[in-house]
């Protein structure tokens, strides 16, 4: 109680004694907190594109190992009737004489394929009808043409911009056959942990065939998390520049409390009990700033933050603003420790010289 009673009648001394440095270090740390959860959402490819609802976030996409042993349709009906899947496509060899060829031809059997992107003006893939295909551009087009797939004639009616996958109704795809080599699926909700329903599904049904996995919202967050690391380096060194540069205000702050210092020196404190006092006041003099970031970036965000976000989706759950603080607070440990150093030197004949 008593360390506790002289930790406050010190922090109340620095502001006391040193009114303007005290506020011109409090309000620097705000700044610096502040930038710093600006930065950690904003240079992230992961929180950028996580609260975009974007579909590589949602999209699994896995095929056989083997293209000889083609996938279950049984176990892809069961993908089709989960409420945790909302769209489910299945590819087979455009050519099935060469089930090791590049060009793909997939429909969408539950709600429509993730990533397609036809050509603007040319037919759109939910309307197609069971006489009809969407060719790949790598396999050119032609405007009214025809084309023969697995002994069934189509009349090509568009083109998207994809170079290998053409693609047919689900009714005609399994007309003609009921061996998907590779499926692509999209969950009902946004989870890239390897707990999400969806993943944890796939991993049940398809475990046991050998599959590989081609993308998953687990590996793109892993690609976007690797991605975004440099700037995020950065950014930790930037913040710790500026904790370095503003505990030279606090160092200055600290000297004007020789005299207390001394007295406590001489009824009896030792240099390391000294030492821990002086890290303890910098850790909560500089943590108290950036609670208060935190505070203010919350209230802010609807009014400032979103506006100058670089997406304005960005969002920042309670998750993320705890990991900005532990992240704070390490950069501030980091920081102090070396200003240990000055009070483990430090003499009784030392602190008196200082005060005078």
Request: hydrophobic share 45%; aromatic share 12%; charged share 20%.
């Amino acid at each position: 109680m008593k360390a506790l009673y002289l930790l406050q009648a010190r922090l109340r001394q620095y502001y006391i004694k040193n009114k303007l440095i005290f506020c011109l270090f409090f309000v620097g740390c705000l700044l610096s907190s502040l930038a710093y959860i600006y930065i950690f959402a904003n240079c992230s490819q992961y929180y950028i594109q996580r609260d975009s609802d974007s579909m590589q976030y949602r999209c699994y996409q896995f095929s056989t190992t083997d293209k000889a042993k083609p996938l279950s349709m049984e176990k892809v009906q069961k993908l089709v009737e989960s409420e945790d899947i909302s769209s489910v496509v299945a590819y087979v060899p455009m050519n099935p004489e060469s089930p090791d060829g590049s060009k793909l031809l997939g429909a969408a059997i539950k709600g429509a394929p993730v990533y397609l992107n036809h050509k603007e003006g040319t037919a759109d893939i939910v309307k197609l009808k069971n006489d009809e295909i969407i060719v790949a551009k790598g396999l050119g087009y032609s405007e009214n043409g025809t084309m023969t797939v697995y002994g069934s004639r189509f009349r090509t009616v568009g083109q998207i911009w994809q170079d290998d996958i053409s693609y047919i109704t689900a009714e005609a795809f399994l007309e003609i056959t009921s061996s998907p080599i590779q499926i692509e699926c999209q969950s009902a909700t946004w989870d890239t942990s390897e707990a999400a329903p969806a993943y944890l599904l796939i991993q049940e049904l398809f475990s046991e065939d050998g599959i590989q996995w081609l993308s998953s919202p687990q590996n793109y967050k892993g690609w976007d998390m690797t991605i975004s690391r440099p700037e995020q380096i950065k950014a930790i060194i930037s913040y710790l520049a500026s904790a370095v540069a503003f505990l030279f205000l606090f160092r200055y702050m600290l000297d004007s409390l020789a005299e207390d210092t001394l007295i406590c020196r001489i009824c009896g404190a030792s240099r390391i009990e000294m030492s821990v006092m002086t890290f303890w006041e910098a850790i909560i003099l500089t943590t108290l700033p950036s609670l208060l970031a935190v505070f203010v970036h919350k209230l802010l965000t609807p009014s400032f933050f979103s506006k100058i976000n670089i997406v304005r989706t960005i969002t920042y759950y309670p998750s993320d603003y705890a990991l900005i603080l532990l992240i704070l607070f390490c950069i501030n440990v980091i920081a102090v420790i070396p200003f240990l150093r000055r009070y483990q030197l430090n003499s009784i004949h030392q602190a008196r010289k200082n005060i005078s």
